[in-house]
Each structure stands twice: as structure tokens, then as C-alpha cells.
């Protein structure tokens, strides 16, 4: 069973930033796409930002220029540094590992911006 740790939530002011983490308990984390999904209060599970085994990276819209995914294989952990937050982005940050068929989910950090 692979476990997905996520640290780094908190509370900050808009226009603040915050650095998550989620470190993964896996061998072929160097392998496996990484993503960071959020979930508002009342609204659906959306696709935030993710990256590949060759370091690619996809980021929604909303986030673009603001947010960074990355990686550090040698620590099987992925990262997503968050700048210029807005209210908005206010939710519950979920890490996603997948590899081949395999899916895995952390169980969340809580990010709150406020204005």
C-alpha cells in the first residue's frame, strides 16, 4: 500500500504564499505522474497542477503563473509552491500518485487565504 503524507497547509493573507509537500511511501516515485487536485467547500474535486516522470508540466488555468509543481526523486516527494494567493484558492489540497493502473490519494491539507 503506498501512503501519501501532505504538510504544508495554513493560513495566509492574499497575496501570500505557501509551499506544500507530499512525500510518498513508493519505490517508482520516479516513475509515476504526480498531481495536486483541490477541493472548495461545496464544489466538486478540480485538477490543479501535474508533473511526469520527464519533469513536464500541466497547471489549470486559474493557476498559471502563480503556482509551481515540482520534484525531488531522491526524496520521493513532490512539491507546489503557491504565490499570489488569492481567496479563491481556498481549499482542502489533495496529492494524487498514478502510476500504470495504480491510483493513490494522500488525505489532504488544508490551505485557507484570506482577504
Known amino acids: 500500500q503506498v501512503q501519501l503524507v501532505e504538510s504544508g497547509g495554513g493560513l495566509v493573507q492574499a497575496g501570500g504564499s505557501l509551499r506544500l509537500s507530499c512525500a510518498a511511501s513508493r519505490r517508482t516515485f520516479s516513475t509515476s505522474v504526480m498531481r495536486w487536485y483541490r477541493q472548495a467547500p461545496e464544489k466538486e474535486r478540480e485538477f490543479v497542477a501535474q508533473i511526469n516522470w520527464s519533469g513536464s508540466t500541466y497547471y489549470t488555468d486559474s493557476v498559471k503563473g502563480r503556482f509551481t509543481i515540482s520534484r525531488d526523486d531522491a526524496k520521493n516527494t513532490v512539491y507546489l509552491q503557491m504565490n499570489s494567493l488569492k481567496p479563491e484558492d481556498t481549499a482542502i489540497y489533495y496529492c494524487?500518485?498514478?502510476?500504470?493502473?495504480?491510483?493513490?490519494w494522500g488525505q489532504g491539507t488544508q490551505v485557507t487565504v484570506s482577504s
Open positions: 494524487n500518485l498514478v502510476w500504470g493502473s495504480d491510483d493513490y
